[in-house]
């Protein structure tokens, strides 16, 4: 779970702990069903170090790269997957990120 809004995650950005793009080809738009609203994804986030227990859940250690797809009708972040699984953030711009701001915030 990603509880910030769009603008916070942009913040995040300039504290190295964020990075956010357009899923160009990547980006879907799912149906409405009985069981589920209508999702129309075409942004992405990668944060680390946002909310320790937020992060347990998705599997984030202290550091790590956890993505979201961001619904722009709703406004919220659904969880993706670890980028080492999504690969949205190349290694190396990972690494530069970390090295920038040792520690996280």
Do not use: I
């Amino acid at each position: 779970m990603l509880d910030k809004t769009m603008e916070q995650v942009r913040g995040m950005r300039a504290l190295g702990q964020a990075h956010v793009g357009g899923l160009g080809g990547y980006s879907s738009s799912s149906p409405q069903t009985p069981w589920s609203s209508s999702r129309h994804y075409g942004v992405w986030a990668c944060v680390r170090d946002w909310n320790p227990l937020h992060q347990v859940a998705c599997g984030a250690g202290d550091g790590m790269l956890a993505c979201f797809q961001y619904d722009e009708e709703s406004q919220q972040f659904s969880f993706w997957g670890m980028n080492q699984h999504v690969r949205m953030v190349p290694p190396y711009r990972a690494f530069d990120q970390v090295a920038a701001n040792p520690g996280g915030f």
